[in-house]
């Protein structure tokens, strides 16, 4: 069974700090991972994608099959990066299927 | 973004009363799919479907009950709500595998 699992519910940071959200996850095959961001009382927005591996406001992530991680970084973080993150995964058995792990509420403060 | 809507967007209704929450999007998208958020559970997938008059079950679809005669409308309905069916509701859509977009939420308070 696939499964996410992030480990920090609440993390809290000042601004200029930097801040690593983690994510594990179990997958047997090879694994699409996502991470997901929501503001305040708004829809879910897709930040970033492994596959893409671009750098999105700033945030990184690297796939890590050895650790079977997917942490996501950002070496400074600002005010308005203050937001509900999930992390999620997908793969060639779940059907277009996203499962997101709980979610970590960052806040970034002044 | 605006392709993906949901309504109503808050509702409080009763124990045992029938609610249809409503999501509709306009990119001919193949795939939807309904999430509730819950703390401490986070996005639970509800029902999905591939394609119109093609639904599936997710991890939580007890007492809930969905339909895809269109391609782009996928209807939530609680037959019955209970408390315990108080979340926030996801609608979202895809096209195959890859970035899957998301409603604004449906916020629904069963008492």
């Known amino acids: 069974a696939q499964r996410v699992t992030q480990p920090e519910k609440l993390l809290s940071v000042f601004k200029g700090a930097p801040v690593e959200l983690k994510c594990n996850y179990s997958?047997?095959?090879?694994?699409?991972l996502f991470w997901y961001v929501q503001y305040s009382r708004q829809r879910l927005q897709l930040l970033l994608r492994?596959?893409s591996r671009e750098s999105i406001k700033g945030f990184t992530a690297d796939l890590n099959k050895g650790e079977t991680s997917f942490h996501l970084k950002k070496p400074f973080a600002q005010e308005e990066d203050s937001a509900m993150y999930y992390c999620?995964?997908?793969?060639?058995?779940?059907?277009?299927?996203?499962?997101f792990g709980e979610g970590t509420q960052l806040t970034v403060n002044p | 973004d605006a392709g993906i809507t949901q309504s109503p967007r808050y509702k409080i209704t009763e124990t045992g009363r029938q609610v249809t929450l409503m999501c509709h999007q306009t990119?001919?998208?193949?795939?939807m799919f309904w999430y509730r958020q819950d703390l401490g559970h986070g996005l639970r997938l509800i029902y999905y479907?591939?394609?119109?008059?093609?639904?599936d079950k997710g991890e939580v679809p007890d007492g809930y009950v969905v339909s895809r005669s269109k391609t782009e409308n996928f209807p939530l309905t609680l037959e019955s709500a209970t408390r315990s069916q108080t979340s926030v509701y996801f609608c979202?859509?895809?096209?195959?595998?890859?970035?899957?977009?998301f409603g604004e939420g449906s916020w629904l308070t069963v008492v």
């Open positions: 990119w001919s998208h193949s795939y």
């Open positions: 479907s591939a394609a119109a008059d093609i639904t």
């Open positions: 997958y047997s095959g090879s694994p699409e």
């Open positions: 999620a995964l997908t793969g060639e058995t779940s059907g277009s299927r996203l499962t």
């Open positions: 492994h596959i």
């Open positions: 979202a859509s895809s096209v195959s595998g890859n970035t899957i977009y």
